[in-house]
């Protein structure tokens, strides 16, 4: 019964590290995302001053 249990926890943690991971990754792709359009904005209103 005892390595049933940790067997869960294992796979629950495992679990939760995971969705960690692709959360924090897709943050990060948002972000990059957002700072490249950034960049060009900022590169086309340098152009037009």
Known sequence: MEGYV???WLFAGCM???AV???MLLL???RM???RK???WKRKTE???
Do not use: A, E, Q
């Open 6 to 8: 940790m067997n869960v």
């Open 16 to 18: 939760f590290l995971v």
């Open 21 to 23: 991971f692709l959360n």
């Open 28 to 30: 990060f792709g948002h």
């Open 33 to 35: 995302i957002k700072k």
């Open 38 to 40: 950034n960049m060009k």
């Open 47 to 49: 152009i037009i001053d």
